[in-house]
């Protein structure tokens, strides 16, 4: 049975709320307790207006497992969720020590995050749904669904990966890892939230988020304790090389991903 726990809007000012107005939920996984939203219909008919066991019935609206990156939270997924939620069943959890679940006693690493989720896929009783999934949210997904191909309908990555970093056309990506996870950048953000601030200002030039957006990123890591799984997984790119190579290895497997069925579209 899942448990579920009330949640403190932590973050939460009137706009916060305003941007993010979804139902809070929480559940105890492998000694972590993570947040996550579960917004839309989940039985035939619902958000239809067409009754259950009626001629007229629609297909299972289609279910959508949405992973954020580093260093954001299911916050990124907030306007996606609201155009969707009509007609999908929308899943985001935050991964722990980001958004707002708590915060473990240490940083996990992407292996343990990949179990957590995978776990919450059990726990919620998924075996039919889309990944959709952004920068670290790609091989952590992965490594999750790899475990169970079977139940995967399709796959939408953006700015992600599914390999460790080799060769020479790396070494951005190497240098970035070893500043960002440097105990110098970690005094910065523990000062002033510079790599959240930083990050999300250089990733997002054509069209500049508004302040009350740049806000509700921020908020969860107002804690300076919370800042540092930002850190960790930025250092991660280097550390979890055997985690990424199982994952590139088992791509394999969703080459028996079964395909939605016929007339069967999100959104619709």
């Known amino acids: 049975m899942i448990r579920q726990h009330p949640v403190e ?11 993010y107005p979804f139902e809070y939920r929480r559940i105890d996984i492998a000694g972590c307790r993570v947040h996550y939203l579960d917004e839309g219909p989940r039985v035939h008919g619902a958000g239809t207006g067409l009754p259950p066991g009626s001629g007229a019935d629609p297909l299972p609206p289609t279910t959508l497992l949405l992973l954020h990156g580093n260093p954001t939270w299911s916050f990124l997924y907030r306007e996606l969720i609201l155009l969707l939620r009509d007609s999908c069943r929308c899943i985001a959890p ?12 240490r940083p996990l690493r992407p292996a343990e995050h990949a179990e957590i989720v995978a776990a919450l896929l059990d726990r919620l009783g998924l075996d039919d749904y889309l990944l959709v999934a952004h920068d ?17 309908r399709g796959l939408v990555l953006s700015n992600t990966f599914a390999w460790p970093l080799r060769g020479a056309d790396a070494w951005r990506v190497r240098l970035f890892s070893l500043l960002a996870g440097s105990p110098p950048a970690a005094l910065a953000s523990w000062c002033c ?12 030039r054509r069209r500049p988020l508004a302040t009350a957006v740049l806000d509700g990123y921020r908020a969860p890591f107002r804690e300076r304790a919370r ?20 994952v590139e290895q088992g791509l394999w497997s969703f080459a028996v991903m079964r395909p939605l069925d016929a007339g069967r579209k999100v959104g619709h």
Do not use: C, K, M, Y
């Not at 935050?94 to 473990?104: A, I, N, V």
């Not at 670290?136 to 995967?152: K, S």
């Not at 939230?193 to 997002?204: C, K, M, S, V």
């Open 227 to 246: 800042r540092r799984a930002i850190h960790a997984l930025a250092r991660e790119l280097r550390h979890s090389a055997a985690f990424l190579a199982r």
């Open 94 to 105: 935050d991964l722990p020590g980001f958004g707002l679940s708590p915060r473990p006693p």
């Open 193 to 204: 939230n510079a790599f959240l601030a930083l990050g999300l200002r250089l990733a997002i």
């Open 9 to 19: 809007q932590t973050a939460g000012d009137e706009t916060l709320a305003r941007l």
């Open 136 to 152: 670290w949210g790609g091989p952590i997904g992965l490594g999750a669904v790899q475990q169970r191909p079977r139940a995967l």
